[in-house]
């Protein structure tokens, strides 16, 4: 009994399992061709430029490409002691080159972020160095000034060799490489970073479990109303949820405002008297109100879809066993809404860490997030790289939480509305 | 829900705590919406409620911030509203087309490699705002289109077709597909079966994505503070900047539109809801 008299073959001769093939590979171009604009348009505008991001990071090319014959001849200095002639001859020539094409100004910005004081002394370097005579630089350039003479700077300058480095990312959570080349914390009084990472988390999570707290007992009503009742109570979720942001942050910085409603009932109850009324906007508190309002909507919502999907005669059938009430709450009803307690604490999480418009509109100093941090870098002071490292810490956060999400609930698990 | 009559005086107290508790919640969540509303009617320049208002003197109201909103001098708001709507418009069309055919394909049991070309797709929903407004400025800035409407409408579609893919794939996850081979069994051809057969089928989803992608173009500030130019100001980048700057009430005008706004949305987008809920009833 041969396999090959058994085959079956379709009506134009080839056999079946090679035709299914075939099919089964037609099938799958075309569904792959549906996807490919829009993978293709994600990947050019979207993925690529995050990885632009990575690369502009750590990217440092700058001064190395600025100062080459330099770099070249510091490979041979061990760095313990002052460089030799070679040295300072390759960087007066760099420079020289440099100052000729007015690109000096930017190397003395970069090496003042290594180190303090060295815009002066490059500066001076620039004006004196006119004057130079040929032959024996090293004693020329340290006439220029004492620093020039300090092995310190020197060390400084090789730091900035290489063409990609990691700075960005130790300053982001407040260390730096010492000139010793070790990892090490900034003083006490700098670690500004520090500080707003972990208020960003604090308030995420803060954000977070105050949603959770005030949505789990609606999402429990809206489920359990009869129809009628629950969707006209819904509006009051989704309203919310489709109007505008700004809109939304708007109406809380009139409530929350000195002068504002709040305030006045505060007053009125007789809480604070009318000349104590307290700050509530520009901190954390108005932060941490004004998210917990625009972000309840999202916590509200995969809340109720589980819910919604929970016989109640399971409730009943616990409490006909003999549980009370609240027994049968916490051992039947409870651990069958766990899925949605986590899509929704996860989601609103996600979202609470990167929010940028409302801390910038009501948080204040004490109250802004990280998000402020990398638009202030982007806006201000442009040190574009160090925006992108902090971008991308925040990032691989998310992504982290994305990834748990992703293997918890399921991404295409996700209900809107 | 009443409770039955013999129920324990302690689930009682619970019960009626427990309402208490929903309603504080509920009045929390809409509450500060309906704040905008009479204050846009202030005849006075303060964002509190004057004494007039409180004691409803009709002199204490006035449309004045309306009128400024529409007629006022050097006013931005017009630019910005037709800036919005352009950007908006195109934004959701590129959404809906990318976004539709990239979650048929994603439908069919077929494609390979479904949950990372997923994961990609979604991204944009996930990734915080500041972080993809930085690297879509990087891109634009080197591709020349920064502070133009073709780059805002571009990222905006970025932005804008996860929440197509995800509700046109939701819709498709109910649908029965022996239609479609009945309808080729028939003869038809496979793009003339989705004009007539799927398109219409899954339109409820294709156009509540929609929405959300037209309502995620606009309200969206982060990315477009990034990229708009003057000439690109939209209706939230100078909500943005008046509330940083000058609180008028002429921005709780414009809020208030806002609101009517989003009130219509919201009410098409749950008659959609129902209609697709039916159509997939009927599947089932």
Redo the contacts between chains.
């Keep these: 009994m041969s396999s090959e008299t058994q085959k079956i073959l379709t009506t134009d001769g080839i056999p079946l399992e090679e035709s299914l093939k075939k099919a089964?590979r037609k099938?799958?171009i075309?569904?792959?061709?549906?996807?490919?604009?829009?993978?293709l348009?994600?990947?050019i505008?979207?993925?690529?430029?995050?990885g632009?991001?990575l690369f502009?990071s750590v990217d440092d090319r700058m001064v190395t490409n600025m100062l080459p014959k330099t770099f070249e001849a510091m490979k041979k200095w061990d760095g313990k002691e002052l460089p030799q002639e070679e040295v300072f001859k390759a960087f007066y020539l760099d420079y020289k080159i440099l100052v000729d094409e007015k690109r000096h100004g930017k190397l003395a910005t970069q090496m003042n972020y290594t180190k303090n004081g060295f815009k002066s002394i490059l500066k001076k370097l620039a004006r004196k160095q006119k004057k130079f005579e040929e032959g024996n630089y090293k004693e020329q350039i340290m006439s220029v000034h004492k620093r020039w003479a300090n092995v310190e700077y020197w060390r400084a300058l090789k730091r900035r060799s290489p063409s990609y480095t990691y700075s960005k990312y130790l300053k982001g959570i407040d260390m730096y490489e010492n000139e010793d080349g070790k990892i090490v914390q900034v003083p006490e009084d700098r670690r500004v970073h520090k500080i707003l990472w972990m208020r960003t988390l604090n308030i995420a999570l803060g954000v977070t479990i105050l949603c959770f707290l005030?949505?789990y007992?609606?999402a429990h009503?809206l489920a359990?109303?009869?129809m009628k009742y629950s969707n006209l109570?819904m509006?009051?979720?989704?309203?919310?949820?489709?109007?505008?942001?700004?809109?939304?942050?708007?109406?809380?910085?009139?409530?929350l405002?000195q002068?504002?409603?709040v305030n006045d009932f505060f007053v009125w109850i007789g809480l604070v008297t009318d000349d104590t009324r307290p700050e509530m906007m520009y901190n954390k508190t108005g932060t941490f109100v004004a998210m917990t309002?625009i972000l309840?909507?999202f916590m509200v919502l995969p809340l109720y879809s589980v819910m919604k999907t929970i016989s109640p005669s399971l409730m009943r059938a616990g409490k006909s066993l003999g549980g009370t009430?609240f027994v049968a709450f916490w051992k039947v009803y409870f651990p069958l809404t766990v899925p949605g307690i986590g899509a929704g604490c996860l989601l609103v999480f996600?979202l609470a860490?990167?929010?940028?418009?409302t801390p910038?509109?009501v948080g204040g100093a004490s109250g802004s997030l990280i998000?402020n941090h990398?638009?202030f870098h982007?806006k201000f002071t442009l040190d574009w790289s160090f925006?992108?490292a902090m971008?991308?810490m925040?990032?691989s956060g998310?992504?982290l939480v994305?990834w748990i999400y992703?293997k918890l609930v399921g991404?295409?698990n996700?209900?809107?509305? | 829900m009443a409770l039955p009559k013999y129920t324990e005086p302690h689930y009682r107290i619970w019960h009626y705590t427990y309402l208490t508790i929903c309603g504080f919640v509920f009045f929390f969540l809409i509450a500060p919406l309906f704040v905008i509303f009479p204050l846009s009617f202030n005849a006075e320049e303060f964002l509190v409620f004057s004494d007039g208002m409180k004691r409803l003197d009709p002199d204490a109201f006035s449309t004045r911030w309306y009128h400024d909103m529409v007629y006022g001098t050097k006013n931005p708001w017009g630019l910005a509203a037709k800036n919005s709507f352009i950007i908006a418009i195109f934004a959701t069309m590129g959404s809906i087309l990318l976004g539709t055919l990239a979650a048929l394909g994603l439908s069919s049991r077929h494609m390979p490699y479904k949950g990372i070309i997923m994961a990609t797709l979604i991204s944009p929903m996930i990734v915080p705002l500041i972080i993809s407004g930085v690297a879509i400025f990087f891109f634009m800035a080197k591709v020349g289109l920064a502070a133009t409407h073709t780059g805002i409408i571009l990222a905006h579609i970025v932005l804008g077709t996860p929440f197509v893919v995800i509700t046109v794939t939701a819709t498709l996850s109910g649908f029965d597909h022996s239609v479609t081979r009945a309808a080729a069994s028939l003869g038809s051809d496979p793009v003339n079966t989705f004009m007539k057969i799927t398109l219409p089928l899954i339109l409820p989803g294709v156009i509540s994505g929609g929405l959300f992608a037209f309502v995620t173009s606009f309200d969206e500030v982060v990315v477009v503070l990034f990229l708009a130019g003057l000439d690109n100001t939209t209706i939230p980048i100078q909500m943005w900047t008046g509330l940083r700057e000058q609180l008028s009430p002429t921005i709780l005008a414009v809020a208030t539109c806002l609101i009517v706004l989003s009130t219509l949305i919201l009410v098409t987008a749950e008659l959609l809801r129902r209609r697709s809920e039916r159509i997939r009833g009927i599947n089932r």
């Excluded at chain 1, 075309?30 to 993978?39: E, G, K, R, T």
């Excluded at chain 1, 860490?353 to 418009?357: D, E, L, M, P």
């Design positions: 089964e099938n799958k075309i569904a792959f061709l549906l996807v490919a604009p829009l993978l348009f994600i990947i505008t979207y993925v690529f430029p995050i632009e991001m502009r005030m949505g007992p609606i009503l359990t109303l009869p109570l509006i009051c979720v989704l309203l919310p949820f489709w109007t505008s942001l700004l809109v939304r942050t708007a109406s809380w910085m009139i409530l405002q002068q504002g409603i309002q309840l909507p009430p996600i860490i990167g929010y940028y418009i910038a509109l998000s990398i638009a982007m925006a992108s971008g991308l925040l990032l998310v992504l994305y992703n991404i295409d996700i209900k809107l509305g």
